[in-house]
């Protein structure tokens, strides 16, 4: 015994494929909507029994079919469009599991679903990521119906309504309508696509805002476009990707970068050339967090761009600072920077003193460059010499950048260079920082004007 389930396509003869042709010839039985004969009786054997079924009787139809099995007997149970998509097919399964006393030979034969023939009319409307959503509450609830709505219209899916509208279920439409627009924009393209590839098939290309619900009915197809769908003639075109091309040089990748980073900065309270400063400290480490935990007092940045452009000097507590600053930076401006942590006279002037290597390295610093921009990415001993020496008026930095990073005493020096205000300053405030945020920051003075 031979059960097929065979998809019809979506009415016209000539959207029947070949092999659901040659399934419906060698039917004994056939069993389906009383409507959907007339696309097929053509192409059965002249002694086929039709057995034709109201519409909502789709479970009488899985259960009629299984039922009507016999050894050397062939049924078929045809739907339209596709059978696999809210058609007979799933009932139909459903059902033969049921019937473990019989040995069902089963067999899905796939038809042109009704969305695939009007993308077909419509051009190119699938040239991305798209969904399918049946608006009949008959078998799903509603709050399940508007979830997939919801994530329909957040994902920016372009989407394919199936039983969009009914004399009964004339309500759904509009909620639909209602909640998409909540997410796409009123001028996204629309598709009403009634009875496709049959011959009173009509084709309307509308917008979202301007969608007419009593223009649809059951023989319709809606199709709503995403973000990127636009129209072109009689076609809807959505492009395969939401740019033109990926981002492939270096530059292009900075820049995109950038613009995401920008695009979901929250803080109002900043200068320009500290918002950059910050985009770059994000840009880094990749870490948003930053954003809350950048302060600066006034226009340091600013300052520091002025500085550096006339030629001048950065001291920084370690090699890995120094490697990060940008050498085109330094070149195109004239600038110099030096660290003194392996410097020759660091490790006798800390045993004398008893001081760490990082504060012997900036009190050698002070001597040499006591009008210098001092940058600080790991030690926070570093900082607490430079604060100490600056409360003692011992030198006049163009700046100084406090980003140690660690947990022994890294917020006091922190706190305590915040406390100083006679010195133009950045603090990453807290435990985080670091050498690569530290250079990023001297960056952003060098490009603040550039961007």
């Not at 305590?416 to 435990?431: C, D, S, T």
Request: glycine share 6%; aromatic share 8%; with cysteine.
């Amino acid at each position: 015994m031979k059960l097929s389930v065979v998809g019809i396509g979506p009415g016209g003869k000539d959207y029947i494929l070949p092999v659901a042709q040659q399934i419906l010839a060698t039917a004994d039985t056939v069993i389906g909507y009383s409507y959907y004969f007339q696309f097929i009786a053509h192409l059965l054997k002249p002694d086929c029994e039709c057995i034709g079924k109201d519409l909502t009787e789709e479970e009488a139809r899985a259960e009629l079919a299984v039922n009507c099995c016999e050894p050397g007997k062939h049924v078929v149970v045809i739907s339209s469009g596709d059978a696999g998509i809210y058609a007979m097919a799933s009932l139909v399964y459903q059902y033969a599991s049921t019937r473990t006393d019989k040995e069902i030979d089963l067999q899905t034969i796939p038809g042109i679903s009704a969305f695939i023939a009007a993308a077909g009319k419509l051009g190119a409307p699938l040239g991305h990521d798209f969904c399918c959503i049946s608006l009949s509450d008959l078998m799903t609830p509603w709050p399940v119906i508007e979830k997939r709505i919801q994530a329909a219209a957040i994902g920016d899916f372009v989407t394919s309504l199936y039983n969009p509208r009914s004399k009964k279920r004339f309500w759904q439409l509009a909620r639909f309508k209602e909640l998409f627009l909540q997410h796409r924009e009123p001028g996204t393209p629309v598709a009403i696509i009634r009875q496709v590839t049959r011959p009173d098939e009509q084709i309307t290309i509308t917008t979202l805002a301007n969608l007419r619900i009593e223009d649809v009915d059951m023989f319709s197809l809606v199709m709503i476009g995403n973000s990127q769908t636009y129209q072109f003639k009689n076609h809807l075109v959505t492009p395969r990707g939401y740019m033109a091309r990926k981002p492939q040089s270096g530059q292009e990748i900075q820049d995109e970068s950038f613009r995401q980073i920008a695009s979901q900065l929250k803080r109002e309270d900043v200068s320009e050339a500290d918002r950059w400063a910050i985009m770059r400290c994000i840009h880094t480490t990749a870490d948003f967090e930053y954003e809350d935990l950048y302060l600066s007092n006034g226009s340091a940045i600013t300052q520091w761009h002025k500085y550096l452009k006339e030629g001048g000097t950065i001291v920084t507590d370690v090699t890995m600072v120094q490697s990060g600053i940008t050498k085109e930076f330094l070149k195109k401006y004239n600038a110099n920077v030096y660290c003194y942590l392996n410097d020759e006279a660091v490790l006798p002037l800390a045993e004398k003193e008893g001081l760490t290597r990082s504060q012997a390295g900036m009190r050698i610093a002070i001597e040499k460059h006591p009008d210098a921009l001092f940058v600080v990415g790991n030690a926070p001993t570093a900082l607490f010499e430079l604060c100490d020496q600056l409360q003692e008026n011992r030198f006049s930095p163009a700046g100084i950048v406090g980003a140690p990073v660690g947990f022994v005493n890294v917020i006091e020096s922190k706190l305590k260079l915040q406390a100083m205000k006679n010195v133009p300053y950045v603090i990453i405030q807290g435990r985080k920082g670091g050498s690569n945020v530290a250079a990023s920051i001297v960056n952003a003075a060098f490009t603040v004007n550039d961007k």
